[in-house]
């Protein structure tokens, strides 16, 4: 496989144009003018925004983080910028109900965990020494000096109503059950500041973000324009989904975290290691920072020997990567070796796999119900099993492991099976694995 390593590394060959080679990774899904191509040929300044909504991003952010750190490999200096003011207020963008009110301490955590996660993923995709710094700013910094009559006066009376209720995101809100706050209708127009403000300070000329922004991010270059006479530019980049377009990060309940204490480097390896063909053929390009010639080649090689998975591993490789580094990618291989590679698992193994597992999918039993807990009982609280009938169902075929051992009827759940009195390990078929934490 082609193993996980700092892209400065290994980019050996820019393209004749940045846009031209976002567009063929398909990084791009809409852009506000042609003229963004000639502009991304010069360096220049862009930003890119993360509400604090949870105290670490996931897996649905890594698309706009690849594209901040290309655009800095191409020699643009990134802004990101954590939403302390905004994130207050709450996007309105493909909600259907008012997001909760955050408090101040809950805040202040989750602006120092997104800033975390920005700086650590960018900093494995593309080193400091090699392309310009990461610039990460609070906008409450700036929101917090302006006060509602100086907003409305600088801000209000530049934007017009009509264009404000046209966006999707308003009228959409407005049409249902729940409705739509003033706070949330204006946050439009806090973002669209923003762009003045980084424009007016930073010198910055374009805006990254999801498509589903795009409302949001022509309303700050529509703000430039009228306020300072400039063009700036915006780019939205593809939602991350699978081939079903289910959105990926949150998806089933099971947030892929891009904080190791949430989500560990295992888990988020399994996640990509266990796409389909089709998902991981079409994510390659998306979420990796490998050439278009190695892609090109692995994806060659994965459909003539589909079952080898080539084109898995290598995105499991390089996109725990991206998030856990190198060794976050050695521990990912060396526990799957251990919970795949066909050897009964021991106690000598947990340590290893209580760290390992973390934020894996399964469930939590008391431990004083060792010895009276049946197999079924644990398969389904594991998740294992989507009933008591599935579990005795795939036990009868020999489809169930315990702890690396197959499984043939059930049975209560013996002391031993906890291996160092915390963790046992289901395994659904080859590749499914479910925990069952002893508390």
Known sequence: RAGFRPMAARIARRFSSVYAGLQRRNLIHSATSPELERILDTPTSFYCGFDPTANSLHAGSLLALITMARLRAAGHTPIAVVGGATGRIGDPTGRKTEREVL???????????????????????CPTGAAPAVQVVNNMDWHSALSLVDFMRDV???VRLQHMLSRESVSARMQSEHGLSFAEFSYQLFQAYDFLHLHDKMGCTLQVGGSDQWGNITAGCELVRKV??????????????????????????????????RTSAF??????????DDDAVRLLPLLTMLPSDVIDDLIARHRAAP?????????????????????GVAQA?????????????????????????????GGAMARETLGTATIVDMAVCAGAATSRSDARTLLKGGGLYLNGKRLSGDRPVAAADALGGAVSVLRRGRRNCHVVWWE
């Open 307 to 327: 079952h080898q998975r080539e084109a898995q591993r290598a995105l499991a490789a390089e996109v725990t990567g991206l998030v856990h580094g190198p060794a």
């Open 228 to 261: 300072r006479s400039k063009e700036v530019f915006g780019l939205t980049i593809p939602l991350l989904t699978t081939s079903t377009g289910e959105k990926m990060g949150k998806s089933a309940g099971n947030a892929l975290w891009l904080d190791p204490a």
């Open 156 to 158: 209000g009376r530049h």
């Open 267 to 276: 888990v988020f390896y399994q996640a990509f290691i266990n796409m389909s």
């Open 103 to 125: 408090s101040e301490e809950v805040v202040q955590g989750n602006l120092a965990g997104i800033r975390e996660n920005i700086e650590r993923v960018l900093g494995h995709a």
């Open 333 to 361: 291989e060396r526990t799957t070796a251990v919970l795949f590679g066909g050897d009964v698992l021991t106690d000598a193994d947990a340590s290893v796999l209580t760290q390992a597992l973390r934020g894996a999918q």
